[in-house]
C-alpha cells in the first residue's frame, strides 16, 4: 500500500514566489496534519483537518501560510509570498482517526528560499 | 499552548548498552506515542500508549504510560548501530523537541 506521498521533495525559490506544497494521503485515512520541522523549533504543527474541515489552524504562523482540502484524498500547503524564515521540511502526515494521535507521515518537502 | 519537555537532548552510547529518554508535560495528554526519524525521513511510529499506567513493548523498545497522564518514558535494551536517529515523544499529536541518539560500534 502506497503510503503519505508529498510533492515537491526539494523546492528551491526566491524571496516573494508563491510556494505549494502538495500531500496525498493514505487511502481510508481522514485526518491529515501539517507539521514544520527546523532545527530552532522542532516539529511544529501547523494545522489539522478532519473530514476535510479544518480543526485547529492556530499554529499557522501567519496569514501568508493558507492550506486546503479539496477532497479526501488530498491537501495543499501554500505559502504566498515566501520568506528566508519559511525554509524549513515541511510534513504531511495522516491517520485513521482523529485523536488516536496514530501519525503515517510522508517523506517531506525540504523548502529553501533564498 | 501544550509544551512537552523531552530529555535528554542527545546521547553517545556504545552498541550493547541500554537507552532511557522521557518526557514530560503540564498538560494531560489521552495518547503517549515514540517515533524514530532517519535521516531524510519522517518520523515513524515505535509505540503508542492509550491508558495511564500502560507499559507496552516492541522487541527492545518498552514504554510507559505516566500514571498522571502527564509523562512518558522510552527504554531501549540492548542497542545496535541501526538505532540511531532521533526519538520524539508526542502527546497525541504534539512533538517533543526530539532525542538524538547516536551509537558507537
Known amino acids: 500500500d502506497a503510503g503519505v506521498i508529498q510533492s515537491p521533495r526539494h523546492e528551491v525559490t526566491e524571496m516573494g514566489q508563491e510556494v505549494t506544497l502538495r500531500c496525498k494521503l493514505i487511502?481510508?485515512?481522514?485526518?491529515l496534519f501539517w507539521y514544520r520541522q527546523t532545527m530552532m523549533r522542532g516539529l511544529e504543527l501547523l494545522i489539522y483537518?478532519?473530514?476535510?474541515?479544518?480543526i485547529d489552524d492556530s499554529g499557522m504562523p501567519e496569514d501568508r501560510f493558507s492550506a486546503k482540502m479539496p477532497n479526501a484524498s488530498f491537501s495543499t500547503l501554500k505559502i504566498q509570498p515566501s520568506e528566508p524564515r519559511d525554509s524549513a521540511v515541511y510534513f504531511c502526515?495522516?491517520?485513521?482517526?482523529w485523536g488516536t494521535g496514530e501519525l503515517f507521515f510522508g517523506e517531506g518537502s525540504r523548502l529553501t528560499v533564498l | 499552548g501544550q509544551q512537552l519537555n523531552q530529555s535528554p537532548q542527545s546521547m553517545f552510547i556504545q552498541e550493547g548498552e541500554d537507552v532511557s529518554m522521557n518526557c514530560t508535560s503540564s498538560?494531560?495528554?489521552?495518547?503517549w506515542l515514540w517515533y524514530k526519524q532517519d535521516p531524510g525521513e519522517g518520523p515513524v511510529l515505535l509505540i503508542a500508549?492509550?491508558?495511564?499506567?500502560e507499559l507496552t513493548s516492541n522487541g527492545r523498545l518498552t514504554a510507559q504510560f505516566g500514571i498522571t497522564r502527564k509523562d512518558s518514558f522510552l527504554n531501549i535494551s540492548a542497542s545496535i548501530p541501526s538505532d540511531v536517529g532521533i526519538y520524539f515523544c508526542?502527546?497525541?499529536?504534539?512533538f517533543g523537541a526530539g532525542t538524538r541518539l547516536t551509537v558507537k560500534p
Open positions: 502526515a495522516s491517520s485513521i482517526h
Open positions: 498538560s494531560i495528554f489521552n495518547t
Open positions: 500508549l492509550y491508558k495511564a499506567g
Open positions: 508526542a502527546g497525541q499529536e504534539r
Open positions: 487511502s481510508g485515512h481522514n485526518s
Open positions: 483537518f478532519n473530514n476535510n474541515v479544518p
